[in-house]
């Protein structure tokens, strides 16, 4: 989980920063876990009990993942409709180039999970996935699976939703772009209509944020909440 999940996956932090919380968190999450069968540590099941809790690990991650990525695209289709999708810089975390409207979003999404005690909430859920999903032979279902799959294409239509005022905002400015040049062929309005789009981007993203700020702290509630979904549908199979 802590390979995938925001944040902590990051390449700032080392491997053995992360092996070390992960020691951390299995010491001080132990006393809770149950044990629906007896698994002999030298036994073939034993590989199977791990390769499903990798799994389940993985998957709790991704959903935070797919979160983050969700805002990151918004800012990345911002930057696009802004003209700022040209400021590109090399993003440490994933080692491509990133426009900069993009790594702003994902900065902000960062700073309100950690404000919300957004990480001790993915403890909390992960503390609670070893009662509700005890060590077993036995993993995610496929109902699971495919559930996970079907929210994570409702969560990049969440993030149209965020991008949404920035385009209708420039929707209306192209407009007006359009009324000029038809009132007034002779205006060039190529010299004029990027500079006007950028500072306008800004004034939209700005005055955007409190909007984008609902959005993707309700896309971390529904991203909690699909953890628990697919927690609890496994404990009824």
Same mark, same amino acid.
């Given at each position: 989980?802590?390979?995938?999940?925001?944040?902590?996956?990051?390449?700032?932090?080392?491997?053995?920063?992360?092996?070390?919380?992960?020691?951390?968190?299995?010491?001080?999450?132990?006393?809770?876990?149950?044990?629906?069968?007896?698994?002999?540590?030298?036994?073939?099941?034993?590989?199977?009990?791990? @390769?499903?809790?990798?799994?389940?690990?993985?998957?709790? /991650? +991704?959903?935070?993942?797919? $979160?983050?990525?969700? #805002? &990151?695209? =918004?800012?990345?289709?911002?930057?696009?409709?802004?003209?700022?999708?040209?400021?590109?810089?090399?993003?440490?975390?994933?080692?491509?180039?990133?426009?900069?409207?993009?790594?702003?979003?994902?900065?902000?999404?960062?700073?309100?999970?950690?404000?919300?005690?957004?990480?001790?909430?993915?403890?909390?859920?992960?503390?609670? @996935?070893?009662?509700?999903?005890?060590?077993?032979?036995? /993993? +995610?279902?496929?109902?699971? $699976?495919?559930?996970? #799959? &079907?929210? =994570?294409?409702?969560?990049?239509?969440?993030?149209?939703?965020?991008?949404?005022?920035?385009?209708?905002?420039?929707?209306?400015?192209?407009?007006?772009?359009?009324?000029?040049?038809?009132?007034?062929?002779?205006?060039?309005?190529?010299?004029?209509?990027?500079?006007?789009?950028?500072?306008?981007?800004?004034?939209?993203?700005?005055?955007?944020?409190?909007?984008?700020?609902?959005?993707?702290?309700?896309?971390?509630?529904?991203?909690?909440?699909?953890?628990?979904?697919?927690?609890?549908?496994?404990?009824?199979?």
């Amino acid at each position: 989980m802590l390979s995938v999940a925001p944040l902590v996956s990051s390449r700032s932090i080392s491997v053995r920063v992360r092996g070390a919380l992960a020691v951390v968190l299995a010491i001080a999450i132990a006393p809770m876990v149950r044990y629906e069968t007896v698994i002999d540590p030298f036994g073939l099941d034993t590989w199977l009990v791990v @390769s499903h809790q990798i799994i389940i690990g993985f998957a709790m /991650g +991704l959903v935070l993942r797919i $979160v983050f990525t969700t #805002l &990151e695209t =918004a800012g990345h289709l911002i930057g696009i409709l802004t003209g700022l999708g040209f400021a590109q810089f090399i993003d440490p975390d994933s080692g491509v180039p990133t426009p900069a409207v993009g790594r702003l979003y994902a900065v902000i999404g960062s700073l309100l999970f950690l404000a919300l005690n957004g990480h001790i909430i993915l403890i909390l859920v992960v503390a609670k @996935s070893f009662e509700v999903m005890p060590v077993s032979t036995t /993993g +995610l279902s496929a109902d699971s $699976v495919w559930q996970m #799959l &079907e929210w =994570a294409g409702l969560m990049f239509a969440g993030g149209v939703l965020i991008a949404l005022p920035v385009v209708a905002g420039l929707l209306f400015v192209n407009v007006g772009f359009g009324v000029m040049t038809r009132s007034s062929p002779q205006f060039n309005i190529f010299s004029v209509g990027f500079a006007i789009t950028i500072s306008l981007g800004f004034v939209i993203i700005l005055f955007s944020l409190p909007y984008t700020a609902d959005q993707f702290i309700g896309l971390l509630e529904s991203g909690f909440v699909q953890m628990d979904q697919f927690e609890l549908g496994q404990n009824r199979i």
